[in-house]
């Protein structure tokens, strides 16, 4: 299994997880259990997820996810601190002064890093952050706090664990191109100032169509270079429907190609796909006609996908 080739490589092989399947499917759970080293919360650590109201706190889905993995030996990767996205209204609709926000962010990551000091061995600490064309993504954080926001939101998780691994995340990044160049870039700047950042995070939304990029081992080589590690943190490859042999053939392609890049890679800590199976993905709901994504099916079997990673191993 999985887990097999993660204690032969070295390389965490983790899942996103939805806490609505962990409590109510068993087979969902079985599999979690017997085929991951290590665990992401799909939803459930974000800050609308965390915070719905100002000051309510919501553990319930995040803990859930961090219980089940102490259970299990599985790492937790934590995602994610400072997003764009899935931002609780009372923060996007609410009337701040600009150090007001900057106190709110302060206290969102030190409470929430806090709380799993020790449970959480990674953090995507900010999550894209880039627009395609490098330049920084127009936020809350950015318009409001100005660049600096980030570095600050990496002194603050720090702070709250030292010991955690602190990661800028983002898509698109595995292609070397103008948004990679510019990860490479803010993380080149902030260890030049001292800044705590540990790992780049390349989610890896890959799509049948648009081909795999050639180029993503020497991609992360660079960051590694840099002496920071690297990790695969949100895999999946999904496909226009319906599914044929063919496609299912070029899909476990890709997965085994994006693992093998990560194993050729020294420092490439962490193969996290974003869901293992087609029963709970995103992509149906925001791709239309596009789906299959994942290395399982909706009835839980294995999918060639899976069998090409195995037999990475098998070659090791
Ligand atoms: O919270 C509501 C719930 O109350 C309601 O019953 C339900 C009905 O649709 O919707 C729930 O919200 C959904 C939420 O997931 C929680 O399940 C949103 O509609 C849905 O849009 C949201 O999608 C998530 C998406 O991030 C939102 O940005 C996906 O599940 C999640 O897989 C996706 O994950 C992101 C990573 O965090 C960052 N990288 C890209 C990746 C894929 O978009």
């Given at each position: 299994d999985l887990r097999g080739l993660a204690h032969k490589t070295g390389v965490r092989i983790g899942s996103a997880v939805a806490v609505d399947p962990l409590t109510a499917e068993a087979d969902y759970r079985r599999v979690l259990r017997r085929e991951f080293t290590s665990v992401t919360a799909e939803n459930a650590m974000k800050w609308e997820s965390v915070e719905p109201e100002r000051g309510r706190y919501t553990w319930e889905g995040a803990d859930a996810v961090v219980d089940f993995a102490r259970h299990n030996r599985q790492a937790v990767r934590g995602?994610?601190?400072?997003?764009?996205?899935?931002?609780?209204a009372w923060l996007t609709e609410g009337t701040f002064t600009d150090e007001e926000l900057r106190g709110i962010l302060r206290d969102h990551i030190t409470t929430q890093v806090r709380r799993y000091r020790g449970k959480v061995g990674s953090w995507d600490v900010v999550n894209e952050v880039f627009n395609e064309d490098g330049t920084l993504r127009s936020s809350l954080w950015l318009t409001r706090l100005g660049p600096g926001y980030i570095a600050d939101a990496f002194r603050w998780a720090h702070k709250a664990d030292p010991r955690a691994k602190l990661y800028v995340n983002d898509y698109n990044l595995e292609w070397i191109g103008p948004k990679s160049d510019a990860a490479l870039e803010l993380v080149k700047g902030l260890k030049a100032e001292g800044v705590p950042v540990h790992g780049v995070g390349f989610q890896g939304h890959l799509s049948l169509e648009y081909g795999f990029p050639g180029d993503f081992a020497d991609n992360m080589r660079r960051f590694t270079a840099l002496g920071l590690e690297t990790a695969i943190t949100e895999i999946d490859v999904r496909m226009h429907l319906p599914v044929t042999e063919e496609k299912l053939a070029a899909q476990a392609d890709y997965y085994r190609q994006a693992l093998s890049a990560c194993l050729s890679v020294r420092r490439c800590a962490e193969f996290t796909v974003w869901g293992f199976t087609d029963r709970h993905s995103w992509i149906p709901g925001w791709f239309?006609?596009?789906?299959?994504?994942?290395?399982?099916?909706?009835?839980?079997n294995r999918k060639p996908a899976y069998h090409s990673l195995l037999a990475l191993g098998r070659r090791r």
């Open positions: 995602h994610t601190l400072v997003w764009h996205n899935q931002l609780p239309e006609g596009q789906g299959a994504a994942c290395l399982f099916d909706e009835a839980l």
